[in-house]
């Protein structure tokens, strides 16, 4: 079945570091790729996505490539702020729009002034 | 547009005992999604419906958890009788068509 593997966590940084946080997906067909966040005491949130290889997905500075090759859609940010400290989830979504999200188990982030 | 309410927000109960749960969907969302976010996991589906109808249960424990959604809007999703593994948060979401599932704040569970 499909599965979503996320780089271990938590992940500390200082403020204006750069972030990378792994994202590697196995999957029967073409996902749909996506990144959700959920920020403390808040409901999870669409961050980015990507529908086919190749696709770049951005928002609010973080940025993520559909790597159909490595199967991977690896998170980064150039320049992290302490707003920026959420749970981070990388998740795929198989068939057409509206099918079920398959979720990776989460990367804490804290981002230190 | 209002965002996806649920309640109750936390509910704490015995093993054995039974439990209900309520989601109401942003206006218009034809689907609707209950996911269950065991604490360090991330949510796994438990059932999906399109409109008033059950499109995936496959993951749903069926000899414990029931869900419906009348009238194709609001949802309940019921547990009964409860494990110690349920504790968990429950996940509602609805999406309108497009890729985006909007989250409601989720019910967390503690079973004792």
């Known amino acids: 079945g499909d599965s979503v593997t996320q780089m271990e966590g938590p992940v500390t940084l200082s403020e204006e570091a750069f972030l990378t946080i792994n994202c590697t997906y196995t999957a029967t067909g073409y996902p749909s790729l996506f990144w959700y966040v959920q920020y403390p005491g808040e409901g999870l949130q669409l961050l980015l996505k990507a529908t086919k290889a190749d696709d770049k997905g951005s928002n609010k500075g973080f940025e993520a490539t559909y790597r159909k090759e490595t199967t991977s859609f690896h998170l980064e940010k150039g320049s992290v702020q302490v707003s920026d400290s959420a749970v981070y989830f990388c998740a795929l979504s198989e068939g057409t729009s509206g099918s079920r999200l398959t979720f990776g188990e989460g990367t804490q982030l804290t981002v230190n002034p | 547009e209002a965002g996806v309410a649920q309640s109750p927000r936390y509910k704490i109960i015995e093993k054995r005992q039974s439990v209900a749960f309520w989601c109401n969907p942003i206006?218009?969302?034809?689907?609707l999604y209950w996911y269950q976010q065991i604490l360090g996991q991330g949510p796994k589906l438990l059932i999906q419906f399109q409109n008033n109808g059950v499109v995936d249960d496959s993951q749903l424990p069926k000899d414990r958890f029931s869900a419906e959604r009348l009238k194709g809007v609001d949802s309940t999703l019921k547990i009964q009788p409860a494990k110690l593994e349920d504790s968990a948060v429950y996940l509602c979401a609805t999406g309108g068509g497009h890729y985006e599932q909007y989250f409601g704040p989720g019910t967390r569970l503690t079973v004792t």
């Open positions: 206006s218009g969302h034809a689907t």
